[in-house]
């Protein structure tokens, strides 16, 4: 998977702002297909919803409304493709980073940021983002990045955003020069990178909006945005200046949430236009990359004896139920993020004793008795299918054994879970269809499938990352995506680059091509 940006500098702070035009709103969209079928349909819209779908017929005489509606010529109208987890800020700042994703050892990371802040201005910031370091050879350690031109400060960051890697300029900015390594950790990472990554809230806002926009041009109509930050009120800020042209549903973090109960803020009350507030995000672990992922099994190479060896325990058993209990009651929707087998079941374990509705993110190692459970409690699995592909070595490594219950997406939809597709940006890419492709093929890369038993068919993958949209229907939301081919039928490297046609947001353009 590669970034339009790879390896670019770090650009100007200069806010970004842009305007789409695109015409009128459509009153009709005709002579459109449906994903594997023939036949032709006409969609009329009206006040923002699907006012009704007809088989094709040419225009009435006279009816400027017909006649004047878009042709288009057989493409494939789907619903609004939504992408169920993202850190919207982050991704927005990341599209501005130095890529080091590609990077197989610290050094290799090094002489990447060398060759690539050699032009900044003496004494900036450079920052990075994407290293794996799991399965890297040698170490990251402050010192390594303390030999950059003019002792310039450095922050890279991991791509699951679990570890931050600072040298000694970095670290002074934070009060922490005395850090043995450089090398920081889950909590204490996410510190030093929203203390050192902090740019005006206009720029960051600009910055934000470009970033909705390119969702736009690839179908997203909807996403989840789970940012850390105060994210109901930056997003009331947002939408103060302009309505998004995407639905966002903004989540909530546990040192937020007595504000939003005050309030009286429960999932899915309205904030502005086209934002809602979104679910609560708990966590009962780490990741995989830092091995920190709660697990039944130790990691190899660790002390068995030793706490760390089984991963990190965050908020789990009691906390996790009092958390569970506080937020239905008060109307919002937990989301768990959850990704080894212990944290998994776990989480499982305090929504059964709760009794609540929920989300559980991520879900990417998961016990054989436990696949059932997720159905039976009636919970949506917010999953990432770039995450399985990307990770595929790291979990060969520190998960051997297991993996044919890791990313396991066919497994949970055969015992009738739920699953939403997202990209955890900037974890990967926020774009759809690498997430679609990457669940049908669990593959990025030459090699064959990943587990091939737990591929996705491009229908499955599909109607996961629409998430709760009732489909192309009178009264549906007008929230629709207008493709050049048929993706039931597109091989998957076809479907990591496939075309967009137009976007639509309650029956308003906000991606069109020109004809």
């Known amino acids: 998977m590669t970034d339009p940006q790879k390896n670019a500098p770090p650009q100007s702070t200069t806010p970004v702002s842009r305007t789409h035009e695109y015409g009128p709103a459509p009153r009709l969209l005709r002579r459109v297909r449906f994903p594997g079928r023939p036949d032709l349909y006409d969609v009329q819209l009206d006040d923002g919803r699907i006012a009704g779908v007809r088989a094709s017929a040419p225009p009435a005489v006279g009816t400027l409304d017909e006649e004047r509606a878009p042709d288009l010529d057989g493409r494939v109208l789907i619903p609004g493709l939504r992408d169920a987890h993202v850190h919207l800020a982050q991704w927005a700042v990341a ?21 690539s802040s050699a032009a900044l201005p003496p004494g900036e910031l450079v920052t990075g983002y994407g290293f ?55 909590d204490a990472a996410m510190r030093a990178v929203a203390q050192l990554s902090s740019v005006p809230a206009e720029t960051l806002d600009g910055w934000v909006e470009d970033a909705c926009a390119a969702a ?88 068995p004896a030793a706490p760390e060896a089984h991963g990190l325990a965050r908020t789990v058993g009691d906390d996790l139920v009092a958390m569970l209990r506080t937020a239905s009651r ?38 054989a008795a436990d696949f059932v459970r997720f159905a039976q409690l009636g919970l949506t699995v917010g999953v990432q299918p770039s995450h399985a592909v990307d990770d595929r070595d790291v979990a060969d490594e520190h998960w051997a054994g297991r993996t044919a219950r890791a990313f396991a997406y066919a497994a949970l939809l055969d015992e009738g879970a739920r699953l939403e597709l997202g990209s955890d940006a900037p974890v990967a890419p926020l774009d759809p269809w690498l997430s679609i492709a990457n669940a049908v093929a669990r593959t990025n890369d030459e090699r064959p499938s990943w587990h091939p038993e737990q591929r996705l068919t491009p229908a499955q993958a599909l109607a996961a990352s629409t998430g709760a949209h009732p489909g192309i229907s009178t009264g549906a939301p007008a929230d ?36």
């Open 216 to 303: 736009a041009r690839r179908g997203v109509t909807g996403l989840i945005d789970f940012e850390a930050t105060d994210n109901v009120t930056d997003w009331e800020r947002r939408a103060a200046t302009a309505p998004p042209p995407l639905r966002v549903a903004a989540a909530i973090y546990p040192e937020y949430l007595e504000a939003a109960v005050a309030r009286g803020l429960r999932t899915g009350t309205p904030l502005a236009p086209f934002v809602e507030t979104g679910p609560l995000k708990v966590f009962t672990d780490g990741s995989l990359n830092t091995r920190t992922a709660l697990c039944h099994t130790p990691y190899p190479g660790m002390d």
């Open 480 to 515: 629709l995506a207008i493709l050049d081919a048929d993706p039931l039928t597109a091989e998957h490297t076809a479907l990591r680059r496939f075309p967009v046609h137009a976007t639509l947001l309650a029956g308003s353009w906000t991606h069109r091509e020109s004809s």
């Open 330 to 367: 008060h109307g919002l929707v937990p989301a768990v993020h959850a990704i080894g087998d212990r944290a998994n079941q776990l989480a499982l374990d305090a929504f059964a004793e709760v009794g609540c509705p929920g989300r559980i993110e991520h879900g990417q190692l998961v016990r």
């Open 132 to 186: 794996r370091d799991g399965l890297w050879s040698d170490t990251p350690h402050k010192h390594l990045l303390d030999a950059l031109p003019q002792a310039r400060p450095a922050l890279l960051i991991s791509a699951d955003l679990h570890t931050a890697w600072l040298n000694s300029a970095a670290l002074a900015l934070l009060g922490q020069g005395g850090h043995p390594t450089g090398v920081l950790r889950e």
């Open 95 to 115: 599209r501005r980073r130095l890529d080091v994703s590609g990077t197989a050892s610290a050094q290799e990371a090094v002489q990447v940021v060398r060759r």
